[in-house]
C-alpha cells in the first residue's frame, strides 16, 4: 500500500509563491507517476503537473512557466514550487500516486490567493 500526505497550502496575495510538497510512503516500486492534481467546488480534479519514476515530467498549459517541480532522488517526494498565483489557482491541491492503474490520493492542501 502507498500513503500520501501533502503540506504546504495556504492564504498568499494575487503575484505570490507557494510550495506544496507531497510525500510517498509504503510500497512505490515499478513505474510509477507523481502528480498534482487540483479541485475547486463543483468541479472534477484537474491535473496540474505530474512526474514519472523515469523522471520525465508534464505541465499543463496553465501551470507552465508559473509552477516547477523537484523531487528527491528516491522520486517519493515531489515539491511543487508555484509561483505568480493568481486567484483563479485557489483550489484544494492534491497529490497523486498512481501505479498499474492503481491511483492513490492523498487528504489535499488547500491554496488560497486572494486579497
Known amino acids: 500500500q502507498v500513503q500520501i500526505v501533502e503540506s504546504g497550502g495556504g492564504l498568499v496575495q494575487p503575484g505570490g509563491s507557494l510550495r506544496l510538497s507531497c510525500q510517498a510512503s509504503g510500497t512505490i516500486r515499478g513505474f510509477y507517476t507523481l502528480a498534482w492534481f487540483r479541485q475547486v467546488p463543483g468541479h472534477d480534479k484537474a491535473l496540474v503537473a505530474s512526474?514519472?519514476?523515469?523522471?520525465?515530467?508534464y505541465y499543463t498549459a496553465s501551470a507552465k512557466g508559473r509552477f516547477t517541480l523537484s523531487t528527491d532522488n528516491t522520486l517519493t517526494t515531489l515539491n511543487m514550487q508555484m509561483n505568480s498565483l493568481q486567484p483563479e489557482d485557489t483550489a484544494v491541491y492534491y497529490c497523486?500516486?498512481?501505479?498499474?492503474?492503481?491511483?492513490?490520493w492523498g487528504p489535499g492542501t488547500q491554496v488560497t490567493v486572494s486579497s
Open positions: 512526474i514519472t519514476s523515469l523522471n520525465t515530467t
Open positions: 497523486q500516486h498512481a501505479h498499474n492503474a492503481r491511483a492513490t
